[in-house]
């Protein structure tokens, strides 16, 4: 499940950036819901990810 939501996250901020330098403005709002996703997503990895 770990792998699973680093996978994740990496998918998402590479189409972000791909997103973002490729089409500019004409999708700005796809891209910053990519990067809020991708953001949600690093942030629950890091509270998940730490057990005792």
């Not at 809020?36 to 509270?47: D, E, K, T």
């Amino acid at each position: 499940m770990k792998d699973i939501i680093w996978l994740i996250v990496v998918i998402l901020i590479i189409g972000w950036l791909v997103g973002f330098f490729a089409f500019g403005e004409a999708v700005g709002s796809l891209i910053h819901i990519l990067l809020v996703l991708a953001v949600i997503a690093i942030l629950y990895r890091l509270a998940t990810g730490r057990k005792p």
